[in-house]
């Protein structure tokens, strides 16, 4: 800590909370510190370090641990509440990660305050450390899958269903779309501007993860058709989607990203995040005899797997995820997507992957921020 800054604490204290391998956190600094102080005031950041990870607590057992009494805490409840900095399910309120957790939840319905700036200045300057890197380990039952480009890998004979963006799209009747890309929004709100998308585009959500989000206020809903033109709209504009490693039929939301904005493929670039991502189903191939080196997968690639040395085509494919931008992009027919030998079938459900991936409280966390 600098000696001119001055710390409650109480913001010190729940700093070292949200800093738990439990919460995906940050290790304890003056970086965390101000931003807690920025989410929590005091007598809030007191109240808020007796809360449970992820699952809900009812209001009286919360009122027991911290010894205060449940009138004077529910107000305190209700306001972290309203301010998206806790979540509240039903009668029960818990903490949920700094990111993914708050920083989504509080910056996905487009709310657009010098609160909320401020919040994207400290939440983003935070996660530029690095410390997300601490999390992402190589496991063997990845939480997260990349989505290729359906036209470029829909000609092949193998089955494929759980790649297709369509099949997702005809498996759901509930479809939504955010109102905003917290991670373009955030960036924006510190003045730097998308070069392939806007803050407007917002995640992709399916089932009943649809119907809590608009039901908050987070999404708008969309049909089917609607849903199918804003697929295309992505690709054409050269997001990266991912999704929860799970097959159709499950509730989820999709992420379309971009590498100048958004904080999962940061964490990709930068922090060893691909470790903690399912190999995909496909991976390019390039003929270099029918490459002309005109950089076009470079500029459509988003993790950097393509690029331009001395004016001379390289492919790196430990940066590769698989998304098949770059096979649309290129105009020679040189790239076209193999099977990966390395693929494994998405997970059948949330309590296979949750069980064997993350702790149980922690997918609960992860689902109550989507549904109803």
């Not at 401020?118 to 690095?130: C, E, M, Q, S, W």
């Not at 993790?303 to 001379?312: G, I, S």
Request: proline share 6%; with cysteine; net charge positive.
């Amino acid at each position: 800590m600098t000696e001119n800054f001055q710390a409650h604490p109480a913001h010190i204290a729940l700093a070292k909370v949200f800093g738990s391998r439990y919460l995906f956190g940050p290790p304890l600094s003056e970086k965390s510190v101000r931003l807690i102080a920025h989410l929590f005031t005091p007598e809030e950041a007191e109240v808020a370090r007796h809360l449970p990870f992820y699952y809900p607590r009812p209001l009286e057992k919360i009122a027991r641990k911290s010894g205060r009494p449940a009138e004077s805490l529910k107000p305190l409840l209700e306001a972290m509440s309203q301010k998206r900095v806790i979540l509240r399910a039903g009668r029960g309120y818990s903490l949920l990660p700094l990111i993914p957790g708050i920083f989504e939840y509080s910056l996905i319905n487009g709310s657009d305050s010098e609160w909320h700036r401020r919040f994207a200045y400290l939440i983003n300057d935070l996660f530029a450390t690095g410390f997300s890197g601490r999390y992402n380990t190589p496991g063997k039952y990845p939480a997260l899958r990349p989505i290729p480009v359906q036209k470029t890998i829909e000609a092949k004979s193998q089955a494929v269903d759980a790649d297709l963006m369509s099949e997702l799209i005809d498996r759901h009747s509930e479809l939504a779309v955010a109102n905003v890309c917290q991670c373009r929004q955030s960036l924006h709100f510190t003045g730097h501007e998308c070069k392939r998308s806007s803050p407007q585009d917002g995640c992709l959500i399916f089932g009943s993860f649809a119907r809590g989000a608009v039901q908050r206020g987070d999404a708008r809903s969309v049909s089917k058709d609607e849903m199918r033109g804003i697929v295309v709209e992505r690709w054409e504009k050269k997001l990266l989607f991912w999704s929860l490693n799970v097959i159709p039929e499950n509730p989820t939301a999709i992420c379309t990203c971009c590498e100048c904005c958004c904080h999962f493929i940061e964490s990709v670039n930068k922090f060893n995040g691909k470790v903690s991502i399912a190999e995909p189903h496909f991976l390019p191939a390039v003929d270099e005899s029918l490459c002309t080196d005109c950089g076009k997968c470079a500029k459509a690639c988003n993790t950097y797997a393509h690029t331009l040395q001395d004016k001379k085509h390289r492919f790196d494919p430990a940066k590769c995820l698989g998304c098949g931008l770059c096979a649309d992009s290129c105009t020679e027919n040189a790239i076209s997507m193999v099977l990966n030998p390395a693929y494994k079938p998405p997970s059948r459900g949330f309590k296979t992957m949750g069980l064997k991936y993350l702790t149980s409280s922690t997918w609960t966390g992860f689902k109550n921020r989507f549904a109803k």
